[in-house]
């Protein structure tokens, strides 16, 4: 009984890291995707538009970095953005307060990322 509890409380993580994972859900060439497209398969496991999940909800975030280069170079590949940029405000309040977790790596373009973010502050 107890190893039932152990893994019907670990399953939901495992689940949900599964499905963050870049691409999990995806099928399409992403160059053939729309920005929405782009949002469902990449993002929309774990984020909203504007209701915050595993991850913040993104409506806004464009709004929330300093430099729309740095924050495409975050979604490209957080973990190696919090080890380049130590001491970056935001990503490191982002770290914290989704408890110290980062997103998988991103396999779109710059152009794909910015897309997908303009796409949300339409939404």
Not at 13 to 40: H, K, Q, Y
Not at 99 to 104: A, P
Request: charged share 20%; hydrophobic share 40%; proline share 4%.
């Amino acid at each position: 009984m107890k190893y039932l509890k152990i893994a019907l409380f670990t399953l939901p993580f495992i689940v949900s890291s599964m499905s963050c994972s870049s691409s999990f859900f995806a099928t399409e060439d992403p160059a053939n995707m729309t920005p929405g497209e782009l949002f469902r398969s990449y993002c929309a496991s774990c984020h909203r538009v504007d209701i915050k999940m595993i991850g913040p909800a993104l409506k806004g975030a464009k709004g929330r970095w300093e430099d729309e280069k740095l924050m495409v170079e975050f979604i490209h590949n957080s973990s190696d953005f919090v080890a380049k940029y130590p001491n970056h405000a935001y990503a490191n309040k982002l770290y914290e307060e989704y408890n110290r977790s980062l997103m998988s790596e991103r396999s779109l373009t710059d152009a794909q990322i910015l897309s997908i973010m303009n796409w949300v502050e339409t939404q």
